[in-house]
């Protein structure tokens, strides 16, 4: 069972970052531009939770689109754009975690993808599990790019449900950071989320 997350006021919130105004981030966030482009599916849910790093996320990738919904009715309504679904992947976190390589591919066939430099894209789905299942049921169309498994070395910077689990900040650097994104990315991305997330929150005991 998940522990509901803290919502912010929405009168109370800035209009940009939709966070607590004492903890605005528009003005301090380091824009960084990133060769692989990532499409953040967001829960409407999840747009005004204290510890919601989807739009973190972002802000600071510019070659980034961020979706709030349920639904789209293909991948290109999604995107906005055209794009070859053989060269986008879904994120996905590996049952269970542990042993395997930190980052696989498969292809909508589950076959194994050998060279990741055939990822142009990914697809984050931002929410709690049952939203992200509900996310996924939603949208078939997703069943047409390849798969991408995330098995995390290290546990997230806050408390989840799933030891394996990681926020969709995390997410997205992981996976950047092994399609071979400049590394500078991953540690930005991360140190971001600490400060603007992380350590303003460090008295909440929220779970994601």
């Known amino acids: 069972m998940e522990i509901p997350q803290k919502k912010i006021d929405k009168k109370e919130a800035c209009p940009r970052c939709l966070r607590p105004l004492q903890q605005c981030f528009c003005d301090k966030v380091t824009p960084r531009g ?5 499409l953040i599916l967001q829960h409407p849910q999840e747009q005004y939770k204290l510890l919601n790093s989807a739009l973190l996320a972002h802000t600071t990738l510019q070659n980034s689109v961020l979706r709030v919904g349920l639904s789209w009715r293909n991948f290109r309504h999604a995107l906005g754009e055209e794009a070859d679904p053989k060269t ?4 996905f976190l590996k049952p269970g975690g542990g042993a395997g390589k930190v980052v696989d591919i498969v292809d909508a066939k589950k076959r194994p993808v050998a060279s990741f430099a055939s990822i142009k894209g990914i697809v984050v789905i931002d929410g709690s599990w049952k939203q992200a299942k509900a996310l996924w049921w939603r949208n078939p169309w997703l069943l047409k790019l390849n798969r991408i498994t995330l098995n995390p070395r290290h546990p997230s910077l806050r408390a989840q449900v799933k030891p394996e ?5 995390e997410s997205i650097a992981l996976a950047l950071e092994h399609l071979k994104e400049d590394a500078s990315i991953y540690s930005l991305l991360v140190r971001e989320y600490e400060d603007f997330i992380i350590k303003p929150n460090a008295n909440s005991r929220l779970v994601a």
């Open 34 to 38: 990133n060769t692989i482009k990532v």
């Open 165 to 169: 689990g990681l926020s969709t900040i």
């Open 88 to 91: 986008w992947g879904v994120l």
